[in-house]
């Protein structure tokens, strides 16, 4: 009678062919202790429902005199009704539940509720990690089945990775995505090993499995038994075309003691770096971060920050946190001293340019790896930048010839040709010329 009623209410309130959609196939299976239980087609159905009318029906119960009515919704082909899926009012922040699904909350709780794709600043060096992030939860084809992403330490790995999560489980609650590091996945396979549960294990990831994030494969160095474990997980995955997001500290062809057939597995699809961001992505951080401290940090001290912190984007987080706590005990007056007190302690000295620096730049703006820029490759895609990296030095820093040709392994000499080879150039062609002034300009913000 309760759920009629409800049911008429709701039919006056919503329209005809909602109502029709959502409401009608609802049928009511019992009420108890203040539980008004009911059975739904399937599990989308019930998050569908849970997410858009879960609301309104508590609303008209209460009209009806219910007022502290939980509603509760089974799976009409679930093998025991009531089934007690108790279905909460959707949190207004943070990631949504997966229905009838048995909540493992660790993994929730693993998901770090600022690790957003809002929160997470775009340029140059992550611009490409950052839309295959984006294709994965779009499910486009362009990143293949499974992407890899690797960078050093702090440049947001696993930001983006919680960042698809989130994105993931908003778009599509029912969505069954598992978000392990690897040692988690080792300790779960060593643990089903030791409890005779493996297929318990195996059916989590091979078949209750739509999208799987596995956070630094390089600890599963020397690891044999799990790189099988994962390897097999990956390919019925992949097969099956789920989607798969791995990420490392280094390069696929750099990971040490990995099975190559693993390794060929998990390059299967896009494989991308992060690379350390430039001043202008650092610039973007260090504002948006200071404005989530509350502190107000006029042009230059932004700048002072983004100059001398560079890399590691904690080492940024942890400056402001700093400044917030030392700005407190002097009244919350922020001045550039303070602020060279703090940079000084995380980042040691405050960082000069140098031949170094500017090679690094040289290797993030060409996409060559200093590996490369160092090696004794002849390729144009490499000699190129080497050149212009060792007249740019010379350029800009009081560092010798040898200082600079010890940078890329070179000597004084090849230095001395690398700058006379750019200058001729240079002149020559208004489109290098063009190139040098925008690098100089990025060589000036360093
Ligand atoms: N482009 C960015 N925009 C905003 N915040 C960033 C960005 N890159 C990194 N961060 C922040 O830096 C911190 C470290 O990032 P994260 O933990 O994702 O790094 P990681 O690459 O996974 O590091 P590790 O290899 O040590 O696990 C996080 O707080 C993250 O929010």
Redesign the pocket.
Known sequence: MVWEKVKESLKSTLAGNIYDLWIEPLQFVQLQEEKLYLSSPDRFFSAYVKQNFLEIIEEKASEHGLSSLRIVFCESGSKSLPTPIAMKHTPKRGQLRLPSVPVNKSRFKALHP??TFD????GES?ILAESACRSMVAQDDSVGPCLYIN??????????THAVAHQVLAQSPMTRLHYVTARQFAAEMVRGIKTNTMDDFKSKYLEHCDILLV??VHSLTGKKKTQEELNEVLDSLIKSGKRVIV?A?SAPRDLVGIDNEFRSRMTSGLVTS?QP?DIA?RTR?VE??AAQQQLCLDEELVQYLANNIRGD??QI?SALRAIRAKARLVGGHVDLDLLREVVTTIVGVEQQLSAELICELVSCQFNVSMDALRSKSRKRAITFPRQVAMYLARKYTDDSLADIGKVLHRDHSTVLHAIKVVSNKAIRDTSISAQLDLLSNKVKQL
């Not at 929160?119 to 775009?122: K, L």
């Not at 960078?151 to 696993?158: A, N, P």
């Open positions: 600022r690790y929160e997470f600043m775009v992550n960078s050093s330490t702090g440049l947001g790995k696993s930001h983006l956070e630094d990420t500290n992060i961001p992505t951080i948006k971060k984007v904690r987080e």
